[in-house]
């Protein structure tokens, strides 16, 4: 369906179909520059050069109510705005679940320290290490993490604690003591070489607990293997963080006491 120009009233049976007419000349023209115009163009040609489904307008105005392009085009721009307006929330939710989770994983923690979800009662919790899967007693880590938790995630959150040292724009800065209690507790009981290094960057965090919990791990991986022993052995502890250990009734043990007495 076409739109031709004209005046109101009965349509001329010949509108744009006279010899060297407006119309003539661009059916002529269009059919000329088609090369391999298909079944559909050449019954529209075919119509139009018949006088068939042609609509006369007065003006463009007339011709877009008619046509109803104007209303056409309103659909799409709120189809546009829809989509602008969805993709804006789907960007706002990614960026804002790092925040979410891990404010929700310390609202957990808080309240599994403080015994308000319950004793598990002797469960276990499987522990995926860069070794294998390790089986350790259930304890403030299943409120948190659940019953299958991987070592790689949990050195991910002490890097970022690490990264950011407890300060800034980031999900893991702030208050979330409660939470690397019960990462760094979960770590010590890992027997996984690979958590040291991560483990060791939390000894000199802003937040007391978690520099003492940071040493409490060390200490207690330590005594898993005398190759971890080697390794902890030469790094710096602050005072703060050996005295907050010193403090939990954490045992220092031998190899480590040389540092106790230095400081």
């Not at 744009?16 to 163009?41: F, H, Q, V, W, Y």
């Not at 403030?140 to 800034?168: K, M, P, T, W």
């Not at 010193?246 to 040389?258: C, R, S, T, V």
Request: charged share 25%.
């Amino acid at each position: 369906m076409s739109a031709v120009g004209g005046t109101s009233g009965s349509r001329p049976p010949d509108i744009g179909l006279l010899p060297g007419s407006p119309g003539d000349r661009i059916a002529t023209g269009a059919r000329k520059d088609m090369a391999t115009p298909n079944e559909t163009t050449r019954k529209t040609m075919d119509a139009t050069d018949a006088g068939r489904d042609v609509i006369v307008c007065k003006d463009g105005g007339e011709m877009f109510r008619k046509l109803r392009i104007g209303s056409r085009m309103k659909s799409s721009r709120r189809v546009h705005r829809v989509i602008v307006g969805l993709a804006i929330l789907v960007l706002l939710a990614f960026l804002a679940y790092p925040y979410f989770r891990v404010w929700w994983l310390n609202q957990l923690a808080q309240m599994s320290n403080r015994g308000q979800l319950g004793c598990l009662g002797g469960g276990r919790v499987k522990l995926h290490t860069t070794y294998g899967v390790v089986s350790i007693p259930a304890g403030d880590q299943f409120h948190v993490f659940g019953d299958d938790i991987y070592v790689s995630e949990l050195v991910g959150l002490v890097e970022a604690r690490s990264r950011c040292n407890g300060e800034g724009f980031s999900p893991t800065a702030g208050n979330v003591s409660d939470l690397y209690y019960v990462i760094l507790d979960t770590l010590a009981d890992s027997k996984d070489p690979t958590v040291i290094q991560p483990v060791s960057g939390l000894l000199d965090d802003p937040d007391p607990e978690i520099s003492r919990w940071s040493a409490i791990a060390l200490i207690r991986l330590g005594e898993q293997s005398a190759d971890f022993r080697e390794r902890i052995a030469s790094m710096y502890f602050p005072p703060e963080a050996l005295r907050g250990a010193l403090g939990h009734d954490e045992k220092i043990p031998a190899w480590l006491a040389p540092k106790v007495e230095a400081k």
